[in-house]
């Protein structure tokens, strides 16, 4: 394309070479990318797409084009995710946070009582812990996570969204957090077993950390010690909440059950699959 083009020219241009390669969205991440690169909302492009291309621009619009052809998702071109209706930071150390765990967001919010202390074991890019911090002020949490370089990436966030100084940040396991002190156990643990990892979508086999997707050998297993140990380090009555893959919920339902939870709600996401169980600890709520 020459400099005579405008910005609604390469946008069909892009989209149309996305679309060839099999980019599902790809008008709508060709918008986002080029909103990345102009440094705009996308809502405010249609101020912008009858302006003439700039080289400058043109050559950051496509390298990010370039990335998203080779199969890197948009959050980690642009750096950053929207959920719960704020930024994280997201980076190739981290899951990108995915909509449906918003599920484990609204529903613990529910939950959650006045002042109350909520643990997010797996807490990545710290999205399901900052985000209930945030909502609510009167909250305080600590996240855990295996990865140091996860842990900080949640650090930028919860500075980031302000809640720095009441979310802890904990190197460890699903058995980390103190016994019988919280309110709320949170988890999105790996799900995806070993033998279903091959076939994962590229863009999630390469670009999220292999931890944070493979949960042993048939993807329940980080639901087995994390039921246990929710039910130590709960206060009586506290809720336990988790999310879990297509399929999973009658599995990770019984573990819950097994381990002492009581009054399991199930949660469909919004493509109407079972996403999520919350199920509270036996004593006083
Ligand atoms: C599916 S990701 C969820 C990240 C984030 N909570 C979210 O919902 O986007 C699972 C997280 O668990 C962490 N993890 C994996 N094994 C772990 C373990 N044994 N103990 C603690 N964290 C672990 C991974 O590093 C990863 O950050």
């Not at 613990?108 to 812990?129: A, F, W």
């Not at 985000?131 to 140091?148: F, K, N, P, Q, Y």
């Not at 842990?151 to 979310?167: C, D, H, T, W």
């Not at 944070?212 to 206060?235: F, H, M, N, Q, W």
Request: net charge negative.
């Amino acid at each position: 394309m020459s400099l005579h083009c405008t910005w609604s020219d390469m946008l069909a241009e892009a989209s149309a070479r996305l679309a060839k390669a099999g980019v599902e969205d790809a008008r709508r991440d060709a918008r986002l990318l080029l909103a990345d690169t102009l440094g705009v909302e996308t809502g405010e492009l249609i101020l912008r797409e009858m302006d003439m291309i700039d080289g400058a621009h043109l050559a950051g619009f496509e390298d990010r084009i370039r990335r998203r052809l080779a199969g890197e998702p948009v959050s980690r071109i642009r750096g950053w995710r929207e959920f719960y209706g704020r930024r994280f930071i997201v980076t190739g150390d981290v899951l990108d946070p995915r909509p449906e765990t918003e599920l484990l967001v609204e529903q613990g919010l529910r939950r959650l009582p006045p002042g109350g202390r909520v643990l997010d074991l797996g807490t990545g890019s710290g999205c399901i812990l900052v985000s209930l911090l945030a909502e609510r002020a009167d909250a305080s949490g600590e996240g855990v996570d295996a990865s140091d370089a996860a842990l900080q990436v949640a650090a930028r966030n919860a500075a980031a969204l302000g809640v720095a100084e009441r979310a802890r940040l904990v190197k460890g396991d699903w058995t980390s957090g103190d016994m019988g002190a919280w309110d709320l156990v949170l988890s999105n643990p790996p799900y995806v077993s070993e033998a279903e990892f091959p076939d994962l979508a590229r863009e999630v086999r390469e670009h999220d950390p292999r931890i944070a997707l493979v949960g042993g050998v048939d993807g329940l297993e980080p639901y087995r010690t994390i039921s246990a140990a929710a039910r130590r380090a709960l206060k009586p009555g506290g809720w336990l909440g988790v999310e879990f893959g297509a399929g999973q919920a009658e599995a990770v339902t019984g573990l819950m059950t097994g381990a002492g939870f009581a009054g399991i709600e199930v949660y469909r996401d919004l493509a109407g699959i079972e996403r999520a169980a919350f199920g509270q600890a036996p004593g006083p709520a």
